[in-house]
């Protein structure tokens, strides 16, 4: 008697089960697996009681938390080589598997199984009574906990971090749709589409299609970081793309180390000022903070002067104090110790009064880190008084104003940016046209479409190189280790360890006080 299933198509079967996995992938961990993953990763007793480790032949005591499982054997289980140690593969198909297992140093044994896995960790014996290498620690935890670690382990192939199913990938971002914003959102909305449709019509990425979903970036702050925990963590994101995140540094990078939600490109000009290196944020472009280094560096070594008196000139706004010392640290580096910085009450720059001052201090270099309109009010004021010192700010702030400033300064006035327009390469040209052609865009907000563009190329990058088998903490790894990045539309990029700046420098310009142009002044200068 034929099965009632015998005509169908071969590869029927194969789809059921693919449906499966993904029904079977999309499933919450249970109390008892979340228990175990916080042992696992964290290396903490979910019960409370004592958790401890044991390291190397004298066996010395730390706390658990110090060597936590995943710390060597990876959020996957699955262990890589570090140095000469060479992590297990520790998820539970490989553990059981029925033909045991055979290590490098030749030792042999039987396949686990609950108890002898206890055992392993508690006694550092494998299921044969042999000793495990001495690298691997011991670990004494209540029987409670151990019973969660191994149900976690059972499940860790199957506890994919949210955003991910077995065919798609969510990435969010958070961009102005109203308001005086909106045109420059819009523009970047239409870029990451453009570039998504053209992915998704490849196939994806490591097997996966990618939906997009975009929450409201608002000036109202309240209203924009309501928005933003929305969509860092109600919407399921695997990571963030681009999003604006200007007056929400600080909460936006808190979310991202919070809920380990890896966020690329961040579209604002405060990088790091006032904030520690958050593991899970990567700028591609250098923020205020870096482009006054750039100027402090160039001025040390491209304007022949002898420890002059230096002012570094800023609003008490947010995290401004920290972009001026940078500069001020920089210039006493070269050996300016002559170097201050000044400020003025935020959105009050008394104008006359800061010249004549400043003035009557001797000073010859003055870096400017006020806002456009504020840099017209000293410009006048500067000719007014007949003063010519060199004048140098962040263009990116700035730019408008300085183009204009009287012509009393000569050429005495030199501006920083992050880019230039050579950067972008006849591919990248081409890309960011078809963008704008296709989206009836104009090329007014090119820098916002380039740095879009350059976040996800990093993004996409990073995503191929974690693979199928895919997890923040290999994207993480992954964009740790992009070096000398090409994205056709800014310098070079690289990250580490310790480095969430793609770009670290800046290129310096002056302005010809005759035809009010910008003009190269220095080649790309590193601040490394």
Known sequence: MKRSGANRPAGWWLAALCLLAAAVQAQPLTPQ???GKKVYLEGVSPSGKPLKAFLGAQETPV????????????????????????PSDITWSQLIRSYGHRHDNGRTHGPYDEKSF??????????????????????????EDMASLVAYLKRIQSDLDPGLTADRVRIGTLLPRSGR????????????????????ARGGLVG?????????????????LKNAEELFAASQVFAVVSPMTSGLERETAALAERLKVPVVGPFTMRTQAGMDVNRYTFFVLPGLQEQARVL??????????????????HPQEDGMAEVADAAVAGLRQRGWNRSVAVHYPAGRMPARDLVAKLQQSGVQVLIFLGSDAEMEQLGTSIRDAIWTPYLLAPGVR??????????????????????????????????LGAFQRGAGLGARHQPAQASTYASLLVL?????RAGRDLSRAKLINALENLFSFETTVTPALSYGPNRRIGAMGGYVVTVDPGSHSLKPASAYIRIE
Request: proline share 6%; aromatic share 4%; glycine share 8%.
């Open 181 to 200: 914003l909106a045109e420059v959102g819009q523009a970047m909305e239409a870029v990451l589409r453009a570039q998504i449709e053209v992915l998704n």
């Open 63 to 86: 706390e658990g938390a110090t060597l936590p499982c995943g710390n060597c054997h990876g959020a996957d289980g699955q262990g890589r080589p570090e140095g000469v140690v060479r």
């Open 33 to 35: 697996e979340e228990a």
């Open 208 to 224: 996966r299609k990618i939906d997009l979903v975009v929450a409201e970036y608002t000036e109202d702050r309240a209203t924009g």
């Open 118 to 143: 206890a055992e392993s960790l508690t006694y550092g014996t494998d299921p044969a009574g042999q000793r495990l290498d001495p690298a691997m620690p011991r670990y004494l935890m209540a029987m």
């Open 398 to 431: 700035v730019g408008r104003a300085a183009v204009n400033l009287p012509t009393t300064l000569g050429n005495r006035i030199f501006l920083a940016y992050p880019t230039r327009p050579a950067d972008i390469t006849s591919a990248g040209a081409a890309t």
């Open 460 to 464: 996409e990058e990073a995503l191929k």
């Open 296 to 313: 402090a560096e160039f001025a040390a070594t491209q304007l022949k002067l002898t420890d002059p008196v230096v002012a570094v000139v």
